[in-house]
C-alpha cells in the first residue's frame, strides 16, 4: 500500500485530535448519563428536611429496612457483606455504606457516581430509588420487592445528598432555587 507523507501526517492529525478529546473527556467532573433517566417519581410535594438529617438513623436506617408497615425488608437483604458477593456488587450494610457510596463509581457503569455529594440529581442512589428507568439497570429495590420505596423515602435521599451526603449530622441547606426534585418537571 502506497502510505504518502500527506496520508501520514493526517493520521497524526487524528491522533492528536484523538487524545486532546481524551484528556478533556478525563477533565470533566460530572457524572454523565449513558441512560437519560426515565420514570422518576415527583417528590415536589414532600417537605423539604433542610437540615439534621443523621446518617446512622435515617439513611442506613432506610437501607437496613425500607418498610414502614412493622413489617422488615431491607437493601441489605440484596447488598450485602463483602461487596464481591452483594448484589450489583454493591455492599450497603451498616459500618461500610457510607464509604461504598460517597464519589464511588458505580461497579455496572464506571461513567456513573453512586453519590455525588450536593447534587442528587447527578448520583446513581438516588436515580436507583426514584426512577424506573435509572442510569443503569433497574430500579430498586429490585423487582419492586415488595414496592417501590415511598416518595418521603425517596425525599429523604434526595435531601441528604443536597445537604452534602454527610456522615455525621448537618447544619442545613440551600436548597431553593436550584432544586428541581426529580427528572420529569
Ligand atoms: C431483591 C434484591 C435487591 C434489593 C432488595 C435491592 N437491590 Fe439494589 N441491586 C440488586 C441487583 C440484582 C442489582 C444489579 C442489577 C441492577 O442494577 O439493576 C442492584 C443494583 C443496585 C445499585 C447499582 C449498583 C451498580 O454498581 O450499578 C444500587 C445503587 C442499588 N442496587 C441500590 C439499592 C437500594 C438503595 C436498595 C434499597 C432501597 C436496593 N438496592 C435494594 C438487588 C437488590
Same mark, same amino acid.
Given at each position: 500500500m502506497d502510505v504518502t507523507p500527506q496520508r501520514r501526517l493526517r493520521g497524526w492529525s487524528f491522533a492528536i485530535v484523538a487524545a486532546a478529546s481524551a484528556v478533556a473527556a478525563a477533565s470533566v467532573s460530572s457524572p454523565v448519563n449513558s441512560v437519560t433517566p426515565s420514570g422518576c417519581t415527583s417528590i415536589q410535594d414532600q417537605p423539604p428536611i433542610y437540615s439534621g438529617i443523621q446518617y446512622g438513623a435515617a439513611i442506613q436506617g432506610l437501607l437496613d429496612n425500607f418498610l414502614t408497615n412493622g413489617g422488615t425488608a431491607g437493601c441489605v437483604d440484596c447488598h450485602t457483606h463483602p461487596a464481591s458477593s452483594a448484589s450489583g456488587h454493591l455492599d450497603l450494610t451498616d459500618g461500610v455504606s457510607w464509604a461504598h457510596l460517597i464519589n464511588v463509581r458505580s461497579? #455496572? #457503569? %464506571?461513567? %456513573?457516581?453512586y453519590v455525588v455529594p450536593n447534587h442528587p440529581e447527578q448520583s446513581l442512589l438516588f436515580q436507583k430509588i426514584n426512577c424506573d428507568t435509572p442510569g443503569v439497570g433497574a430500579r430498586m429495590p429490585y423487582m419492586f420487592s415488595p414496592g417501590t420505596l415511598g416518595p418521603d423515602q425517596q425525599a429523604l435521599i434526595y435531601d441528604w445528598i443536597a445537604e452534602g451526603a454527610p456522615v455525621g449530622i448537618t447544619d442545613g441547606v440551600f436548597r431553593n432555587g436550584f432544586d428541581i426534585r426529580g427528572f420529569n418537571q
Open positions: 461497579y #455496572d #457503569d %464506571l461513567s %456513573l457516581i
